[in-house]
Every structure is written in structure tokens, then in C-alpha cells.
């Protein structure tokens, strides 16, 4: 499975972003598809996530309630809406995937995109 993420970019607080993650394969909807994202001189860190067979939705605490994770099978893409987005959401967001029920350990993922930047101003 290849990834690539894209819709990165500057924004404001309160601004919003819908990131977008474009996978190949045929078996695409079988697959849990997350989001993590990475900070400077930071750990990577679990957003959300999607599962693959019931399409059960995940999200870390900090962005519940503002971020929005949908997937499109028809189009093996995988979206992040972003809402009343914060300074503390700058970060390299990063896509991806595993063959597996869900979860929130990054290391559990055997694909990645490599990575769209957001940058929040205050």
C-alpha cells in the first residue's frame, strides 16, 4: 500500500484544513487508515483513525469534537477535516495504514505518506 497525503498549509486559529490521504491497492477498504501527527522535538502522537470493516471513528482527546476523519472506498482516499484549529495542532500529520482492527500505537502501522505540513498562527 502507498500513501500520499496532501491540504497542509498555513492557516489561523479557528481556521480550518481538510487533509486528504490517496491510497493504491485493491484492498483499500479493508484496511484501518489513522492520521498521527509529530511536532518538533516531539514524539509522534495518535489523532484519529478509521477502521476498515465498520468504519468506526477514533479520535484523541485533544482534537474530539473539532476533527473529523471520513474515508471515501470508492476513491481509496481518506479525509481529516480540521476545525477551530489551534496552535498547538502544528505539525507534520501523517497518514496511515495497517491490516488490523484498530489502534493507537503508531508502531502498529505498516504504511505511511510522508507527511503534510500545518501550521497554526495565533
Known amino acids: 500500500v502507498q500513501l500520499q497525503a496532501s491540504g497542509g498549509g498555513l492557516v489561523q486559529a479557528g481556521d480550518s484544513l481538510r487533509l486528504s490521504c490517496a491510497a493504491s491497492?485493491?484492498?483499500?477498504?479493508?484496511?484501518?487508515m489513522g492520521w498521527f501527527r509529530q511536532a518538533p522535538g516531539k514524539e509522534r502522537d495518535f489523532v484519529s483513525a478509521?477502521?476498515?470493516?465498520?468504519?468506526?471513528?477514533y479520535y484523541h482527546d485533544s482534537v474530539k469534537g473539532r476533527f473529523t476523519i471520513s474515508r471515501d472506498n470508492a476513491k481509496n482516499t481518506v479525509y481529516l477535516q480540521m476545525n477551530s484549529l489551534k496552535p498547538e495542532d502544528t505539525a507534520v500529520y501523517y497518514c496511515?495504514?495497517?491490516?488490523?482492527?484498530?489502534?493507537?500505537?503508531?508502531?502498529?502501522?505498516?504504511?505511511w505518506g510522508q507527511g503534510t505540513l500545518v501550521t497554526v498562527s495565533s
Open positions: 496511515a495504514a495497517r491490516a488490523g482492527l484498530y489502534s493507537g500505537d503508531y508502531r502498529r502501522y505498516s504504511y
Open positions: 491497492g485493491r484492498t483499500f477498504s479493508s484496511y484501518t
Open positions: 478509521i477502521s476498515g470493516s465498520s468504519g468506526n471513528t
